[in-house]
């Protein structure tokens, strides 16, 4: 008795224990219609240790995007058992979204908000990435900061031909994954899993546009065709909407604000006597990023205090 009360008094003296470092991860699962589904794999993700911060899905997309926040080792297994969702409910097969996608779960990117997040986001997506393949048999391909090949260091490197492709380039030993077994699974495809910065995803409407001319202007405003730095963009149609869109994502906000990326397509489609719309930020958005004129003026549509990533998971290590 006398040493565990001695215990309790050491213990009071000493300082708090320091916290567990939060790490984030933003999953983006292939369905977007089916609320029963998109909910039984947002509480696939939520247990001790983890939460899921926001949810946006998109039914012409076929597509959700999830933000979880959580202890490292928590994180890890929330997305395993979120992977093991996706396989059992998802079936690609049957998947007819605008949106590129070679899985179920088809990205899994652990997001290091700074230079000294990217060890522990990378022992995180490293190890998710050997459970998925030997506990789920799920082929997976590693990008981002722990990709094996440079010359395939961005999901869009494994998409480029489709799901079709990818299988073909797998069975002919083009493409070996890094784990997993050496072929597609039937139902759910393939993984891949990655470390990054954060990234934004952003969507232009217009209202009144073609397909033909929602691919004219992202090609003017990807990176590739002289458009700003770290912008990847595709030209959609919308179906369920009625009405094209430019899809984008903002690999890099300090280089390409969101102001700067809306305006650049907002000009692009000028230039074609194109009508631009509402823009429509998808998930979190860090705080710097929304920097410059007010949303307001930039005609970003249904922007919600909740949207901002430091809101949400105060927690997070931030760099400068």
């Given at each position: ?235 959609l149609y919308l179906p369920d909407a009625g009405m094209a869109q430019v899809s984008m994502n ?71």
């Amino acid at each position: 008795m006398a040493v565990q009360g001695s215990a309790q008094v050491l213990d009071e003296g000493l300082p708090p224990s320091p916290a567990s470092p939060l790490a984030l991860a933003v999953p983006n699962v292939s369905e977007g219609r089916d609320s029963g589904i998109i909910a039984a794999l947002a509480d696939a993700c939520r247990g001790p240790g983890t939460r899921v911060i926001d949810v946006h899905s998109d039914p012409d997309h076929d597509r959700s995007v999830l933000t979880v926040v959580g202890e490292a080792l928590a994180l890890q297994d929330a997305l395993v058992a979120l992977a093991g969702e996706c396989v059992d409910r998802i079936d690609l097969r049957r998947h007819r979204g605008v949106h590129p996608r070679v899985g179920a779960l088809d990205v899994a990117p652990v997001v290091a908000l700074d230079e000294d997040d990217v060890p522990l986001a990378s022992e995180i997506a490293t190890g998710l990435a050997g459970r998925l393949g030997a506990e789920l048999n799920l082929p997976v391909f590693l990008y981002g900061a722990v990709a094996t090949d440079p010359a395939r260091a961005l999901p869009r490197d494994f998409r480029r031909g489709g799901l079709e492709e990818l299988g073909r380039a797998i069975e002919s030993g083009e493409l070996v994954p890094d784990h997993g077994p050496p072929r597609l699974h039937p139902t759910a495809g393939a993984a891949l899993v990655g470390v990054r910065p954060p990234l934004i995803a952003l969507n232009v409407w217009l209202p009144e546009g073609s397909l033909t001319e929602a691919r004219a202007i992202a090609a003017r405003v990807r990176e590739a065709g002289g458009g700003p730095p770290g912008v990847r963009a595709l030209g959609l149609y919308l179906p369920d909407a009625g009405m094209a869109q430019v899809s984008m994502n903002i690999e890099d906000h300090r280089a390409a604000p969101p102001a700067l990326v809306i305006a650049a397509v907002r000009s692009a489609a000028d230039a074609l006597g194109v009508e631009s719309g509402d823009a429509e930020l998808v998930g979190l958005v860090p705080r710097e990023a929304l920097g410059g004129p007010s949303p307001s003026a930039l005609r970003i549509g249904g922007l919600r205090p909740g949207q901002i990533l430091e809101l949400k998971a105060p927690g997070l290590r931030r760099g400068p």
